[in-house]
């Protein structure tokens, strides 16, 4: 079989920009991207796509109309197509066994249902959400089960590695692709046809094929070993504010062992995103119901200092701030869980601004891309407007950095815009009031430049010599 149609279910932040760039890239395939929310494609067709994504508005439009398709006609999308992705949400359980530790894979079942009920031909399906390991197994039960005459299934594992802000540079320039599929030469047959694929545009040699498991496997294990990286240099900033040592200095000194290597050793308040945490914990829960238990402790040790350092960020904040923050103006800058994207899920942000708000505190929140109401959302875990309502009285959201700082006792910055480095904090500090603070969660200001001009500041990972005014003593530097 020649793939000459693919479908996929689920138009979010991976299948999404996945699909674009497939139709960018394989212009004599059509690409149909479906979901069930007729909002989300609605503003797939539209001219503000549901994502922020650099470069992404150029892939839509030069593929929309072409050869990529949005749309909520999911039948004729299984229907038509050779290849499914199944690119559909599979968040943690919050109820039943379980629950909050294994995925809940209700969506990936009803998608594989959904196929067994539409096709009418033989289908590749494949997995590509990310998943515990064994879900193919799930999707492999409920479609054979179902089989009609004529119609057979192969399923593949192909998870996405992108990650958000950079996904169109990942998806293009891909470290790997990787395929899972049965050993059966029915199996290598399909994990051959979506090579070709791939062999578009990435280089046979970076498209690694595996078994089923494996490939599942791979992809926990490639997210638990990046977010480890991250709590390991998380768990020195503490050390270093104690003894004088610069985590900077450190993450750059350890980074040059090749064996090491230099990536993904940014100190910061806390990972976020919607996989870090959510794949750590599907790790656990499959070495438990494996009755591993010191393999669960282990993993569960990265996530829990993860809630340490966000814990011990907002910690400081409040006793910098004389031990209380009731009815005081923070300035929080940023609130997603890294620049470069709109997403909030897990955002360190929320678990500053929840802790501030039961401190009493008044919450002026700017971010460049974060929608306000993805922000209510995140703080009173509704979107019923009522909640939001009652929130609106202690938070207020901002449409520029300078207007929530107007006032403020202190500043926040939790995600690393690149415009935050360029804001005039002469300004700034003329409009705050004093003592001003400054708590940088992100290491991208210039502290000292700061302390000269009267800023009292704290950041993470290093113990800054001066925190109190020195603007008599220096030039100001700041733009
Ligand atoms: C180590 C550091 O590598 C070195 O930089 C430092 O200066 C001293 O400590 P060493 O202990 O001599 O060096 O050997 P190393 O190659 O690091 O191996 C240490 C142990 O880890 C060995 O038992 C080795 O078998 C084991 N190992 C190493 C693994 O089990 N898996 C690996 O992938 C690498
Ligand atoms: C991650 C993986 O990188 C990607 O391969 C996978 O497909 C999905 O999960 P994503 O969550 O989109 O991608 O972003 P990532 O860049 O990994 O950042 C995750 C979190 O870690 C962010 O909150 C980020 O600020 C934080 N981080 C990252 C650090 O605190 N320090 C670092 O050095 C790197
Ligand atoms: P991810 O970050 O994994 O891409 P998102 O939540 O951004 O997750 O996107 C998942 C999308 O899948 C949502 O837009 C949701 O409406 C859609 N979805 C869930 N179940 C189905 C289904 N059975 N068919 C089509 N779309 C689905």
């Excluded at 290093?462 to 530097?477: C, D, E, P, V, Y």
Aim: one cysteine or more.
């Amino acid at each position: 079989m020649v793939i000459e149609k693919i479908c996929c279910l689920g138009a979010g932040y991976v299948g999404g920009p996945t699909c674009s760039v497939i139709a960018l890239k394989c212009p004599d395939i059509t690409v149909t991207v479906c979901d069930k929310s007729e909002d989300r494609i609605k503003q797939w067709n539209s001219d503000k796509l549901p994502i922020y994504e650099p470069g992404l508005d150029d892939v839509v439009k030069t593929c929309r109309g072409r050869n990529l398709f949005f749309s909520t006609d999911i039948a004729k999308g299984i229907q038509e197509a050779d290849l499914i992705f199944i690119s559909v949400n599979t968040p943690t359980k919050i109820v039943g066994n379980g629950k909050g530790r294994a995925a809940d894979l209700k969506y990936v079942e009803s998608a594989a249902r959904m196929i067994a009920d539409l096709a009418t031909s033989n289908k590749i399906v494949v997995e590509k959400s990310t998943v515990p390991v064994k879900a193919a197994e799930i999707i492999m039960k409920i479609l054979r089960a179902n089989t009609k005459p004529g119609v057979d299934y192969q399923i593949l594992s192909n998870p996405e590695f992108l990650a958000e802000g950079t996904a169109i540079v990942d998806l293009i320039e891909a470290d790997r692709v990787l395929i899972g599929g049965e050993e059966t030469p029915e199996g290598q047959k399909a994990i051959q046809e979506l090579c070709w694929v791939y062999e578009h545009w990435i280089p046979a040699k970076n498209i690694l094929t595996t078994n089923t498991w494996s490939s599942e496997l791979s992809k926990l294990a490639a997210n638990a070993f990046l977010a480890q990286r991250i709590s390991s240099i998380n768990s020195l900033t503490a050390v270093c504010e104690a003894t004088g040592a610069d985590v900077a200095e450190v993450a750059k000194a350890v980074g040059r062992d090749s064996r090491i290597g230099p990536k993904f050793l940014e100190a910061s308040i806390g990972f976020g995103g919607s996989c870090f945490q959510k794949d750590i914990l599907n790790l656990i829960y499959l070495s438990e119901c494996l009755h591993l238990p010191e393999v669960a402790a282990y993993w569960q040790q990265v996530l829990s200092l993860n809630e340490f350092q966000k814990t011990r960020f907002t910690r400081k904040v409040i006793e910098s701030l004389f031990n209380t923050v009731t009815d005081k103006n923070i300035a929080i800058l940023g609130f997603s869980f890294k620049k470069n994207t709109g997403d909030t899920r897990e955002s360190p942000a929320i678990h500053v601004s929840k802790t501030l708000l039961d401190e009493g505190a008044k919450l002026h929140i700017y971010d460049p891309k974060v929608e306000p109401e993805q922000i209510y959302y995140e703080l009173t875990g509704t979107y019923v407007k009522t909640e939001h309502e009652n929130i609106k009285k202690c938070v207020e959201i901002h449409d520029t950095a300078y207007s929530a700082v107007t006032g403020a006792h202190a500043i926040v910055l939790c995600t690393e815009w690149d415009e935050f480095k360029e804001l005039n904090f002469n300004k700034i500090y003329e409009v705050m009031m004093k003592p001003a603070y400054l708590f940088d969660g992100r290491k991208i200001l210039d502290h000292e430049a700061l302390q000269r001009i009267g800023f009292h500041v704290q950041t993470i990972g290093k113990r800054l010599a001066r925190t109190g005014s020195i603007r008599a003593q220096g030039s100001l530097t700041m733009p």
